[in-house]
């Protein structure tokens, strides 16, 4: 099983065109996954303890590990990270495969609200907050910052990772919009040939 987050490269435009950056690439909206690129993927792999980091001299070598797993958990992933993936002709992620702790959360409380961000799962569990957010990080991309993009990116898995060790655990989550206690799916995890 492994935990991944991607960032993208090109921005998503503001409702507000005068809103839009000199100097900075925009896609054509949330709908333009291949637009968007991909500028970096951070992953957490189980089976040999290691978060890693994966460029474009190196995407080959997450799609191995995708295709070597029998889980790929993230959080949004399913409608997002797999999304974008595909086009940018990186890896396809099966659907059979994909395990998306928001949809899971969502799943477990019923669907009675609307999906929470990371941010909000962790801090209601465990006081946690994000480094920044995803909507800056292909700005800082674009700028040149690439070590600041890669460490938010990696503070993504991690904090994943830690909701996907509570849910591994049987222990439940506090939902951040009323403080229930939820109990996940478990990933059916198999031997992966």
């Given at each position: 099983m492994i935990i991944y987050d991607i960032e993208i490269i090109k921005a998503i435009p503001p409702k507000n065109p005068l809103e839009r950056l000199d100097g900075i690439e925009y896609c054509n909206g949330w709908h333009d996954c291949k637009g968007m690129g991909v500028s970096v993927i951070g992953c957490y792999d189980y089976r040999d303890d290691r978060y890693r980091v994966f460029l474009r001299d190196n995407f080959d070598e997450?799609?191995?590990?995708?295709?070597?797993?029998?889980?790929?958990?993230?959080?949004?992933?399913?409608?997002?990270?797999?999304?974008?993936?595909?086009?940018?002709?990186?890896?396809?992620?099966?659907?059979?495969?994909?395990?998306?702790?928001?949809?899971?959360?969502?799943?477990?409380?019923?669907?009675?609200?609307?999906?929470?961000?990371?941010?909000?799962?962790?801090?209601?569990?465990?006081?946690?907050?994000?480094?920044?957010?995803?909507?800056?990080?292909?700005?800082?991309?674009?700028?040149?910052?690439?070590?600041?993009?890669?460490?938010?990116?990696?503070n993504d898995v991690r904090m994943t990772k830690q909701i996907m060790d509570l849910v591994l655990n049987g222990a439940s989550i506090i939902s951040p919009k009323d403080g229930k206690l939820l109990n996940l799916r478990q990933p059916m995890i198999k031997k992966v040939a």
């Open positions: 997450f799609r191995d590990l995708v295709h070597g797993s029998s889980v790929v958990v993230g959080f949004n992933n399913a409608k997002f990270d797999n999304a974008v993936l595909e086009p940018c002709e990186i890896v396809n992620i099966s659907g059979e495969k994909t395990y998306d702790i928001l949809q899971e959360i969502w799943n477990a409380n019923g669907a009675r609200f609307s999906p929470s961000g990371l941010d909000a799962v962790c801090k209601a569990n465990f006081g946690t907050s994000k480094t920044g957010h995803g909507a800056f990080a292909p700005v800082d991309w674009q700028r040149g910052n690439y070590g600041k993009v890669i460490d938010y990116c990696m």
